[in-house]
């Protein structure tokens, strides 16, 4: 393994010298270039003064994206999550709950004990999905669901209810997971 990494030093290193003897055609600042560069705004680099992500740099325009205190960044809602767990609690509750539509179910009416989920399989979304006949990523499945089976409405994308609802299909799959397992 070391034997391995000192190669692999030796080799960039060899690529380095190599590239550095041909600078007549090196830009520094070519976005594409793998050496550290002083251009490139998302250098890991600690003290780069020209990255933006920079955590300790207080940007004086307002705008670094990474900037978890910013004030003018745009939210999608007013409240949030603390954490998964947090979302997966609340959604739990909503899957449980048979007053969400009209039709008086829940969605564990059909969908306790894994049923119906397809659980063990093509579980990257978007795919497709028999009952709707169309390609759907998880969220517009939830939809699906709210407004067919259940009989109620869609829920709002940004809600942290959507975010619960996908959060407990994410809890309960990985549920299902470690029981095939034992
Ligand atoms: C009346 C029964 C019923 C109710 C109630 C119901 N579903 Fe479903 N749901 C199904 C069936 C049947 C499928 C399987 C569709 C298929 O494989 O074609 C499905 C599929 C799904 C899938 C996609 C599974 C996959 O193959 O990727 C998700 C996600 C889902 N339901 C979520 C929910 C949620 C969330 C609720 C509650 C808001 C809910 N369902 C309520 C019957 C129901």
Redesign the pocket.
């Given at each position: 393994m070391i034997k391995n990494i000192l190669i692999i030093t030796g080799f960039s290193l060899a690529l380095g010298l190599a590239s550095t003897a041909t600078a007549g055609s090196w830009n520094a600042c070519n976005p594409c270039s793998m050496k550290a560069n002083p251009c490139n705004p998302c250098a890991m680099e600690k003290q780069d003064k020209m990255n933006p992500c920079q955590m300790k740099m207080k940007n004086p325009c307002h705008m670094n994206p990474c900037d978890a205190d910013g004030d003018a960044k745009k939210k999608i809602r007013s409240d949030k999550f603390q954490s998964f767990q947090q979302a997966a609690t609340a959604g739990k509750k909503?899957?449980e709950d048979e007053t969400?539509?009209k039709?008086g179910?829940?969605?564990l009416?059909?969908?306790a004990g894994y049923e119906?989920?397809?659980l063990g399989k093509r579980?990257n979304?978007p795919?497709y999905?028999?009952?709707p006949d169309d390609v759907v990523t998880?969220d517009q499945?939830?939809n699906?669901?709210?407004i067919n089976?259940?009989e109620?409405e869609q829920l709002d994308a940004n809600s942290k209810d959507m975010t619960a609802?996908a959060a407990y299909?994410r809890a309960y799959r990985m549920q299902y997971l470690k029981e095939q397992r034992k």
């Open positions: 909503l899957w969400l539509g039709s179910l829940a969605c009416s059909c969908h119906n989920l397809n579980q979304y795919h999905v028999a009952m998880l499945m939830i699906f669901c709210m089976p259940m109620g609802m299909f």
